[in-house]
């Protein structure tokens, strides 16, 4: 009965390692460490408070973060898209609750799920940042 569960147990180790394929088309991106904060008192930062308004924030992360709120929480992604090869046209533009690449084929992605918008073959979703917030301060990590 041992060696039965066993065989078993073993049999559906294999089948789900066989399974997980990586997808090369989403290792665009590095693994950059982020770690920055955000006073939400600042009047560069003053309308993301209320819900539907997301900010750029340059020189963090692949292309630069994009902190998007919905009002009840926020959300914060790395402004470059990973579904191309890190370029001059690659990084996302905020405009409310959705982030549109800057290359010709105009990916677009929620800013809040982080997946990919009217375009099905993309296959990768925006890379995520833990949001914390702490009384009138943003902190976004890694």
Known sequence: MKSLFSLIS????????SNSVDNKNCKFLLDVGVNVNIDLSLP???????AGNSIYIANAGNAGIIVASTGADFFAWDA????????SCSALTPSGLEGTCGCD??????LVTGEPLKNG?????L?????EKNGNTLLIFN
Not at 105 to 110: A, E, I, K, L
């Open 10 to 17: 073993l049999s559906i180790l294999l089948s789900c390692s």
């Open 121 to 125: 073959s993309l296959q990768c979703s």
């Open 127 to 131: 890379r995520n940042y833990r949001v």
């Open 105 to 110: 084929d105009g990916n677009q992605y929620s």
């Open 44 to 50: 560069q930062y003053s309308q993301l408070p209320f």
């Open 80 to 87: 470059s898209d990973p579904n191309h090869v890190p370029s």
